[in-house]
């Protein structure tokens, strides 16, 4: 039996992109698996081709319930990938009145990418996260 893995993108405008994540396990746990490519958002014109690509996500605010020890999504790096988040348990984030948790080094040797590592797993466990990033331009 396999984990039972969904991204679901729920929007994606000019400005901003939300998507949920969900998984029931196997017992299997996911490892930096990339949850959000870049290259698929649409640009400044509001269109996949075309325009101003994002170069990086700033997390504006996320919803999650997960009976996994954690779930940490990251921004992608080559050398070593950089924490955006760490869930356990139930509840809610919101960056809006700071303008987002920054990538920290956006631009550096990252892709703009988003993954999802989940540690201590046994099988049925599950998580839900919802999450909503602000787009950055070069």
């Given amino acids: 039996m396999a984990d039972t893995v969904t991204v679901e993108q729920l929007a994606d405008t000019r400005r901003h992109c939300v998507y949920e994540f969900t998984n029931r396990s196997d017992g299997t ?3 930096a698996v990339r949850k959000i490519n870049i290259a698929d958002l ?8 075309g325009g101003n ?3 990086s996500l700033s997390l504006i605010s996320a919803d999650y ?3 996994f020890s954690s779930v940490t999504l990251l921004w992608d790096r080559q050398a070593s990938d950089e924490v955006a988040l760490v869930v356990r ?14 990538d920290p080094k956006r631009g550096q040797d ?7 590592t989940t ?3 046994t099988s049925g466990m599950a998580y839900s ?6 787009k950055k331009y070069s």
């Fill in 42 to 49: 649409v640009g400044t014109n509001g269109e996949l081709s």
């Fill in 110 to 116: 990252g892709t703009g990418n988003i993954l999802l």
């Fill in 129 to 134: 996260i919802r999450v909503k990033f602000k």
């Fill in 29 to 31: 746990c996911e490892a």
């Fill in 53 to 55: 690509r994002p170069t």
């Fill in 89 to 102: 348990g139930e509840g809610s984030v919101d960056f809006t009145e700071v303008g987002g948790k920054h």
């Fill in 65 to 67: 319930e997960t009976s």
């Fill in 119 to 121: 540690v201590g797993t």
